[in-house]
């Protein structure tokens, strides 16, 4: 494996600060920091969050990831006057997010508008090893002459979420001349969270502490000579309690204990053993490409950088969130974006992320039978916006209208019901991949059976067929329908795989089997047309079809509903996102390549592509169909929806999904790894642009590492394990060669058809 | 009279952003809104509040002040470019606040990074005609070619007190092309805050509305000419509503009303009326001298300015706090400042405010009789921080030390009880400036009772005397001790005046007045010793005594905390602040020349004036001993507190009492004001940098303008008036000139001494 590349910031800019911010954001499941500089800036968003730390401010207001106190900023005064790229001339500038270490690091040279030069370097990085752990460093060289270098830093409670305050604070307290620690408790009395940082400044001739205004902060002033190089350590150890067994006194003095612990390793040696740990999660997870184009091995980096920083995988009382913890976008809230985009990463590298992120679902089972009942159905209806309790956090009205003064009813909590059976598709998923009949025997099986218990509920009988009236489906732009192909589809197969499961693990619920059954024979799926054209829903091919071009150019900024209200929109064939072409992605084994091309070429030029997962869904699906140049140019701008040039792409965090979606479109659309009937498929079709495409998959258990390139395809294997390649099954261990015209070499190993194994 | 003067921001500094915020502050006693730029600083605290809102933000906090949304600020963007004058180069400043008028300006000339020049221009001000009126206008002219001005404003609800959010949103709206309305609950429910704004910036191309984040604002974009003026008026009306009759909507309804009406007047006209206002306001109180340093004025008109704008006269149910509404400190609590620093002036010139600031005691009886009541005293034992409700506000323990994790209790609210003859003192000068019998009757007598009998229980006999003990004096470095004579003489003071009233009144408690009479009796006010020297308290006189000169070098700093615990520094000679030395200047009458000059003389070198409240009264009790020179001294480093060097004076808000301080020390130190026995008494004493001395007073309901110089005291009034001039006592009406020999003559009108009238 080459080392993973860096994202490089290329100049410091006011108005791309907070896209960076979350570009760069460092984490590790656990905690998630926002790449802030260390000095402030009024546009800048300082953000630190914990997975699964959410609070409701106030009434009316929204459960929500709480940004926690700062521990970032640094205030830097250089011969008094303070240190802001604001003012002066910034005359050298280097900043990089380091993917194979996960270290940040800036180093640039300021002309201070008096003239003299000061050169600032400073590096942090999240531990991959220890949760908790935040470490940084700070130097400050006066490069013109003897300067004096005050430093202010410590910990920051007045950060809120954009004026919403969620933290009480519990105490503040100095240790010595280098800890300092505060714990905070939420609104609610429920969670405390205490962080403490050791702070050290080499040299510091002066240093005092104050604590005023939630702001408890450690004053270092130093007298340096020309060339001196002033550091800052700084070392933050962030805990959370939502359930303490200790007091919190002993609590509160552990977390001390474990930061001093970290204090006396110091910050070489800390990056040294987080670096270690990142060096082995690459390993086994790495996709490599020899591209034409180099920003193609950063989009993959970086999407794998971020899948792992976003993903809570030691809390499975935890999922991951739609911004992951890069910003405050959705309020931190986890979508159907998590079963979808984000799980098969994990699934096909680590499978018991992905079970983790299940058995999140399966915890909060009693939240999603709670909303299908009051809603009349049965089963699980699972909140469209979750967050640590399982309950619904969607907003029940959208924000006001601030012309009417009326808030609207939000209609994904109350029609969007695919989540579902996404959530049923992704632990079928998970059971094909691993084959692990524990979860199945429980968790598995007790989330078809509810999901499916839903969906029979949630059928109406019309004219001796069933129906599915009222839904939203993933196209968000048809509000309020009958019988959207996605949803039926899917409701189809979730109920279809939950009564295979009953029968194989010997459920004996006649009722249930007898209902699933009458399900499945009676729910009316929407069959495709001459054309191969499958309608996305009773009426959509009924309304009246308009010229996109000028939207889809603009895609992702929802351009159109300047134009148009959204009842219009509704009443017109546009689309905001793939909806029967996701269907074919999801259900691959059900749809034959006719039928993907025939609706990839109806509904892509009525989709507008306003929403982040779109583009990399049409690319996978063009590139099953044999069109990966088409698929190549979705990919791309798939990859770019964030890394782009956009200046606010992703102020208030990063599109987790499209980071799924960057490794999906490399993986099941270039490799073209997909799975029907529960066996795992290989049909790769590089784009041009590509000369090889590496990375390790696992399946059943067995790790791989399948290289692509325009001639051969390589799978190294220490297990054996079978598979189809280009519709060929067949059988390898060790290394083997199959070249695109079938011929299969053994490298070493074996390698050989089903036919000549049979 | 001629004209108020200006107060400058001499030049644009980033440290001294706060200090000028709080200095240069326009309110009208109903809100106060900082001077804060328009545009962002990281550093800038910006602020509106509104006289005696208050709220307490999570558990453990403490009630205060509430900082709310903002309107102030302004986004101007210059071809793209933020505006900041960070960066860039300011070619001309020009700041000023108009005390005149109470509007605040600025004009200046900025060259962009870029190298174009822009014209920036800003004025504003809050009416003093309409009290919940804001209005302000900024203009934006390019100077160096054609340039595209991006505008956005509105109300940001991301405002904090530091960190703590005391509202929820509770609507946002938009109407028209001009209109924005936020609805603003405090979390307790308990007040609804309508913010309505007016916004237009002519020649806007481009107009539209976001509301997101608790902000709520108006983008314009202008493409304009090189020289084009671009203005954006933006007039705003801020309603309060605690206890409402309306419903939420119609009195929403009313506020935009009242905002449209005062749109359709326009700028200039708002202006022009609260101008007239002030004008008026300015006419009845402006104390003008002739001195040889400019700066002398300049104070006085900065003081009475804030004097005005501090003061809820509009509103007997709130007070004035210790920052006024300039800032944050002190949590926005009022203190005993009120009476006897702030109330004076009030007092001499608009009687009517005294009594609604009296009133304001009257209406909080109840928690002071309560807190007496817990405490095992009786009567009225008024809280040391008051808010709103008239509870105590002092928190229970002060900052946390953030050393040993203890909380300290707050020694004030425990036990500086001469906040209680305070008030007391402070209803008998407004019964000898008024003769309000009405007042007295009621509240006067009410308050009187209530604090004569809190002192009566509050002593305890030891060896046949009553004594007072453990009680902290005005002088907060010597706590806990027994006797201190300002508390003995002023407890003192309380119950004989509260006798006396009683039985003036035919008051026939005759419990009450048998232990009043006996408390007068037996209550111990300590002596003074052969030199003249009255003990500062049972112990002060047995401490030893240390070289103070580095500390009063530095007062204000409160520097002797750094070398000693407080514990320490109440173990010696140490003052804070005038204790013996206030209660000279409490109260005249009761010390003979040569006992105020000794205690002076005493007590000042154990002085280190670390209280905003001490140089003062050292000064005016310097200028009635006779040495107007020391006065002047005092007056103009007490004058300085805020308005001198330093530039973080005043970040959090301006010393309020220090303005009070200022014109007392005008009045009753130059001018010798003083009452002695319910009369007026005249005893000027100009220091030798002051030519003239003119001030209008009000005495018996009667306004007299006085005018001194070296040769002669003038008094004119319309009406007859008798009075004391340096121990003279005369009669005047029209107007009339005393000479310092005693020479009464006769401008118009007549003037006789009491001799000759008699």
Known sequence: MTKPVMLTEPAFCPHSLNKYASLMT???????????????????TRGMYLAGLYHRAGKGEINELVNLPDVVGVEIALNGEIFSLTSGVIERWHRELDFASGELRRTLVWRAPGGARFAIESRRFVSAQKLPLFAMEVAVTPLDGDASIGISTGIDATITNHGRQHLDETQVRVFGQHLLQGIYTTQDNRNDIAIATFCDVDGAAQRCFTAKERRLLQHNSVQAKTGQRVTLTKISWIDWASERSLSLETWARQ??????????????????????????????????VTSNDMSDQRALDYALYHLRVMTPDHDERSSI??????????????????????????????????RSLLRYRWHNLSGAREKARRNGWQGALFPWESARSGEEETPEF???????????????????????????WAVINYW???????????????????????????????????????????????????NNAFTNYMAWYNVEQALGFARRLGFSDETFIHRAEHFLRHLWRPEALSDGVLPQDDTFLSKPVIDLSSYKAKAGKQTILL?????????????????????????????????????????????????????????????????SEQGYRFWREGSLI?????????????????????????????AGVNVRHGELHLAPALPDHWQTLSFPLCWQGVDMQVTINKAEIRISSTERITLWVNGEKIAVQGASAITYDGIITSIYGTATTKRDDE
């Open 26 to 44: 460092l984490g590790n499941g656990y905690m998630g920091i926002r790449a802030s500089h260390e000095e402030a800036y009024t546009l800048q």
């Open 563 to 627: 134009d148009y209200s959204r009842a219009e929109v509704n009443e017109m064939q546009i689309l905001k996102q793939a909806d029967v072409v996701m269907l074919t992605y999801m259900l691959p084994e059900q749809f034959n390549p006719q039928t993907c091309l025939a609706n990839l070429r109806f509904y892509e030029p009525r989709t507008i592509h306003d929403s982040s997962l779109s583009k990399a869904i049409h690319g996978i699906v063009a590139a099953r169909c044999g069109d």
């Open 321 to 354: 969130a739609a911004k992951g913890l890069t910003g405050e976008g959705y309020k931190g809230h986890v979508f159907w974006d998590t079963e979808v985009f984000l799980l098969p990463f994990h699934l096909f590298t680590e499978p018991k992320t992905a």
């Open 255 to 288: 977390s001390l204990r474990n930061l001093e612990a970290c204090a006396r390793q110091g910050y070489d040696a800390l990056l040294a053993e987080s670096t270690a740990n990142w060096h082995a999660w690459w390993q086994s997870r790495r996709v490599q």
């Open 398 to 424: 959208a924000a006001i209208n601030i012309r009417t003064g009326l808030r609207q009813k939000v209609a994904s909590a109350q029609a969007e019901h695919h989540l579902v059976a996404d959530i049923a």
């Open 432 to 482: 094909h991949a691993t084959g692990d009949m524990n979860f199945m025997s429980r968790e598995g099986i007790t989330l078809l059976l509810e999901t499916a218990k839903f969906w029979i509920s949630r059928a109406v009988m019309v004219n001796d067929r069933l129906e599915i009236h009222n839904v939203i489906g993933p196209d968000e732009y048809t509000e309020h329908v009958n």
């Open 642 to 670: 964030d890394l782009g040039d956009d200046p606010h792409s992703c102020d208030d965090g990063i599109h987790a999904a499209a980071t799924g979606a960057i490794w999906l479109g490399a993986i099941q659309g270039f």
